[in-house]
């Protein structure tokens, strides 16, 4: 069996796969955890209520959400590849910490076997550096390292695979947009089979408007608020992280509510949506130049076909293919883990 965690700090999520098929054996989350090690023993003991015996499971796939510039591909963990972990996570101190404390508890409930590490960015490695880096001082991108790193890219990678199955086209020839549409958002650029560009940043805070994410901005309004509404940087980020995006312009950050919505704002919230939804999906059109397929996932990107159509309404002229493929982050990792397994 191949067990795939995504430890979180107040939760940690976990799938159980047969290792021949990868067909989901049990599935669950542990909420409200105080600490990952007692967690841990909790789903030890879950697993043995429910006659699961832990010693069939043969490795453990970790979802890590920021691997920075490190990290091209899933990485079996030695002490060394989480001391590289600890260097990161100032790019992402919430979920990092979390995920090495989960790595932690993991391999002291199941010392002999392996853990494979399986990063939220690595997909996008494949970046161009006119495309990953930003106009800004050379010294903050050397020394601070700031540059795009993109995220989501277990989904997107999963959907290429998927989508070059459905198209009978080979990943390598495979020319995509992909739209990852849930509480966050993002859009990826796929030529060949390779991101060549995302809509997030060096944060999931970037690009596309999300469930309470404002997306970009012009980033003079930070120093402006800064300077003129005395906002803290801890309000900032409150600001923009947990009360911007489709809460603040719909008053609600669930979809389905504004749908069903008759308000001003909910509309002018759906409007705002999928406005930014067709820009992107412009510029990646003209930096792709063939595109196979539009794919929408994530809840909004599947369930809503609203949403959908007024992304791509008035690109009729453009002939473009959409397709809605339901994501399997846990199964793409499960995917990795099986593949290291084979090679080690
Ligand atoms: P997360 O990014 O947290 O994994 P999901 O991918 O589950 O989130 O997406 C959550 C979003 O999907 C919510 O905004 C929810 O309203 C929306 N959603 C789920 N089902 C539907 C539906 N049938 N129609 C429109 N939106 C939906």
Redesign the pocket.
């Known amino acids: 069996m191949i067990l795939v965690i995504n430890a979180g700090s107040s939760s940690i999520k976990y799938k159980l796969f047969k290792a021949e098929n990868l067909k989901v054996v049990f599935s669950g989350i542990i909420q409200e955890i105080k600490n990952h090690h007692k967690a841990f023993e909790d789903l030890k003991d879950t697993f043995m209520q429910k006659s699961i015996d832990f010693s069939q499971i043969k490795a453990i796939g970790h979802r890590v959400v920021h691997g920075g510039d490190k990290f091209s591909k899933p990485t079996l963990i030695t002490d060394e590849v989480i001391q590289i972990l600890k260097s990161l996570i100032p790019l992402a101190p919430l979920h990092n910490r979390a995920n090495i404390e989960g790595i932690y508890a993991a391999k002291s409930i199941a010392k002999d076997i392996e853990h494979i590490a399986v990063f939220d960015t690595a997909f996008h490695q494949s970046m161009p550096q006119y495309s990953y880096r930003y106009p800004i001082g050379d010294d903050v991108y050397s020394s601070l390292h700031v540059r795009k790193y993109g995220f989501h890219g277990t989904s997107h990678q999963y959907i290429t695979n998927e989508a070059s199955k459905l198209l009978d086209i080979g990943v390598h020839e495979l020319n995509l947009i992909s739209f ?5 958002v993002s859009a990826c650029a796929i030529k060949e089979g390779k991101s060549i560009d995302t809509s997030m940043g060096m944060t999931p805070l970037d690009g596309l408007m999300m ?1 309470t994410r404002s997306g970009s901005i012009d980033p003079a309004i930070i120093t402006y608020l800064m300077r003129e509404g005395e906002y803290s940087i801890d309000e900032i980020d409150r600001l923009l992280n947990k009360n911007s995006g ?1 809460l603040a312009i719909g008053k609600d ?7 069903a919505s008759e308000t001003e704002e909910a509309k002018l919230a759906i409007e705002m949506f999928t406005y930014r939804l067709k820009k992107q999906l412009g510029a990646y059109l003209a930096i792709l130049g063939r595109v196979d397929a539009v794919i929408f996932t ?7 076909k ?2 959908r159509e007024l992304t791509c309404k008035g690109l009729e002229n453009f002939a473009l293919k959409t397709i809605v493929i339901k ?1 399997d982050e846990e199964l793409q990792i499960a995917l990795h883990v099986k593949e290291i397994l084979n090679r080690v």
Do not use: A, V, Y
């Open positions: 990852h549409i849930g509480n966050g469930g489709l950050s669930d979809m389905r509510n504004l749908l994530g809840g909004i990107g599947e369930n809503s609203e949403i994501t």
